[in-house]
């Protein structure tokens, strides 16, 4: 059975560390047993990030590379997942990709799922946004409306060359509160491992989660209490984001709204 590779990096696409919270959960609670990496010396600037030293339960001393590391999990049913983390590199996008790309292929992985997570006004209070798609080959057309256009990092980078290569690739991305300065937001981890369970058979447990993300979100309720600015800019994202969601603010609630303006027209 092929397996299904999962992806996270550090850094500028991980916004609470969302992302990379997502792939460290599952490394939690399931058995893994490493299967490659890509060594940091060509991508990584080690001024932005270091390498670490730390002391071992033997009392060791050992030196830690901000390598991206690939994982393989064994969660209790479904296939295998390739769990590919580690900081955004500094430089070689491109190489780093194809590095990357011919690790996955050597582990026999069939699809990809990219994560991230971005700042953004959305509040604290509500359903954090989370959007999923596929990522279109280079010769597919998209609806450009709502598309895109920007600055972009290396999961977008690697999805495109998965894509190329024939892995299905689909990219999860969550939104998550600019205003919550603290990391990191389990509220938004809990988000995207919600989406990747809909890719994977097996149940992921997230009691703990859960727990941490409701604590979240009473801390930072009652941060938005003492400060005045902060609950009234709350209370204006929960507005726009409730109205927004309201049914007749809908696509197909308009569209039906027309349809029947057509025909009383047709009807005159």
Request: hydrophobic share 40%; aromatic share 6%.
């Amino acid at each position: 059975m092929s397996r299904i590779a999962l992806t996270a990096f550090s850094g500028w696409n991980d916004a609470g560390e969302a992302a990379t919270g997502v792939l460290e959960h599952l490394l939690e609670i399931w058995p893994s047993r490493p299967a490659g990496a890509v060594d940091a010396e060509a991508f990584i600037d080690f001024q932005v990030n270091r390498p670490e030293i730390r002391t071992t339960e033997e009392g060791l001393r050992v030196l830690d590379w901000p390598d991206t590391e690939l994982r393989i999990l064994q969660p209790p049913q479904g296939p295998e997942i390739v769990t590919v983390m580690g900081p955004e590199p500094s430089l070689h996008w491109k190489r780093f990709c194809d590095e990357v790309l011919e690790q996955l292929q050597v582990l026999d992985v069939s699809s990809v799922i990219s994560l991230g997570a971005l700042l953004a006004d959305a509040p604290h209070s509500r359903p954090l946004p989370v959007s999923a798609g596929v990522e279109p080959g280079a010769a597919e057309k998209v609806d450009p409306a709502g598309q895109y256009e920007g600055p972009v990092g290396v999961p977008t980078i690697l999805a495109r060359r998965t894509t190329s290569a024939g892995l299905r690739t689909t990219s999860i991305w969550v939104q998550v509160p600019h205003y919550v300065a603290q990391n990191p937001s389990p509220k938004a981890t809990l988000a995207l491992l919600r989406a990747v369970q809909d890719s994977i058979s097996a149940p992921i447990p997230m009691e703990e989660l859960v727990e941490d993300a409701e604590a979240w979100e009473r801390g930072v309720d009652d941060l938005a209490r003492t400060d005045e600015d902060v609950a009234d800019y709350v209370r204006r994202l929960e507005r726009a984001q409730d109205a927004a969601e309201l049914p007749e603010a809908s696509g197909d609630a308009i569209a039906r709204e027309f349809e029947k303006f057509l025909r009383r027209r047709d009807g005159e």
